[in-house]
Structures are given as C-alpha cells and as structure tokens.
C-alpha cells in the first residue's frame, strides 16, 4: 500500500481536462510544498513534469499544470493530447520517511 | 546535455549479488544528491537508497542493511551493491539525479533507463 493515494486510472477525449489526485496526511502534503509529479509512458522511464507544487521544469507543455490544497495535491492536464497517455506518479517528501513516499501510480487514458 | 545510463541488472539467485553502476555525463555526481529507485514489474515507485553531495547516505527499511550506495568521483558514476538479494528486490532499478530531500528541487529531475534485476532461482 502506497503512502500516498491516487485514482487508478482516469480518462478523457482529446482536448478535454483531467485531474488526478494525490492524497496524503499531515506528515506530508499537510505540511510541505514539496510535491513533484512523473508521467511514464508505457515501456520508459519516469520523466519529471511538476516539483514544489506546480513549477515545470524547462520543456514540459504549459498544459499541465499543479496545485495543492491541505492534505491533497492535484495535476491537470488540460487540453489533453494522445501523446499524455501514460502513467502519472505523485511524490512527496514527508517526516516519516528520509526518501521520500509516492503515490500508487494513475493511469491517464485518451478515449 | 544530462545523461544516465545504468548497468549490472541480470538474473541473480535467492542470496546472491549484484553491483549496479549508473554512468552519468552532464553534471558532476558529487555536486549532486543522487538516488536508486525501483519498480517492480507492473508496480509503482520506491526510492531505496540515496546519497547526498556531501557524502550522506539513506536507505529505505526494505533494503537497509543488505544495499550500499557509493559513487566514484573519477568515473563520475554511481554505484548500488546488492547482497543477500531477495525476490521481492526483482525490479526494475532507475538511477536519478535529485530526491525528495534534495533542496533543489525536492523533486528526481533526471532518470536513467533503467536496469532490470530479477531474482529466482
């Protein structure tokens, strides 16, 4: 069991918003802005897309974006093209654990 | 341009080891805090073991005291020895620059392909 919860699979057409949710506690999202998220396509590596809540690194599409509230952060994909088919992990620094926690993994899915 | 690319994965028996090598070009591993995440096959993340640029090494419940991180300057390459290797380390291990303590970014910013290890007997 992960530490931290995510939907197994979302879905959505072409050109529409999903959001995927990642829900800790107080030991992590409560209380850090330490949130990153990773989009692994089918077969390859993870590839960082969102750190410290919604920063993107240089190269990652302005449409996908982060935020946070309390214990639950969130990743949007907005305008969503077939090429976002993947996997999506949260992580988070958090009190109990030196390395870090992620998520279960969300499975984004282009009908 | 930030390069990783690991090495060492195989088929290993109950007990026995392995040394994984990440070779990385780019940047310099020891002015970077550094890290070995794995995924077992169709499961998610884990970070087992990390190690600071000052030298400060972690490691994850599941694997501490059998995994030593270590990295050589000279070869700009990071290392993970694997002893007493169990079923369940069968994964697929991924060599990352940063972590979640990482100040940067709090955030893994580069991955390499990753190396798979299996152990069965």
């Known amino acids: 069991q992960s530490a931290l919860t995510q939907p197994p699979s979302v879905s959505g057409s072409p050109g529409q918003s999903v959001t995927i949710s990642c829900t800790g506690t107080?030991?992590?999202?409560?209380?850090?802005?330490?949130v990153s998220w990773y989009q692994q396509p089918p077969g390859t590596a993870p590839k960082l897309i969102i750190y410290?809540?919604?920063t993107r690194p240089s190269g990652v599409p302005e449409r996908f974006s982060g935020s946070k509230s309390g214990n639950t952060a969130s990743l949007t994909i907005s305008g969503l093209q077939t090429e976002d088919e993947a996997d999506y992990y949260c992580?988070?620094?958090?009190?109990?654990?030196?390395?870090?926690?992620f998520g279960g993994g969300t499975r984004v899915t282009v009908l | 341009e930030v390069q990783l690319v690991e090495s060492g994965g195989g088929l290993v028996q109950p007990g026995g080891s392995l040394r994984l090598s990440c070779a990385a070009s780019?940047?310099?591993?020891?002015?970077?805090?550094m890290s070995w995440v794995r995924q077992a096959p169709g499961k998610g993340l884990e970070c087992v073991s990390a190690?600071?640029?000052?030298?400060?090494?972690y490691y994850g419940d599941s694997v501490q005291g059998r995994f030593i991180i270590s990295r050589q300057n000279s070869k700009n390459t990071l290392y993970l020895q694997m002893d007493g290797l169990r079923p369940e380390d069968t994964a697929v291990y991924y060599c990352?620059?940063?972590?979640?303590?990482?100040?940067?970014?709090?955030?893994?910013?580069?991955w390499g392909q990753g190396t798979l290890v299996t152990v069965s007997s």
């Open positions: 107080s030991s992590d999202l409560g209380i850090y802005n330490r």
């Open positions: 780019g940047f310099t591993v020891s002015d970077n805090y």
């Open positions: 990352a620059r940063g972590g979640m303590m990482d100040s940067r970014t709090y955030a893994f910013d580069y």
């Open positions: 190690i600071s640029g000052g030298g400060n090494t």
């Open positions: 410290e809540v919604s």
């Open positions: 992580g988070s620094y958090t009190r109990s654990n030196t390395l870090g926690v």
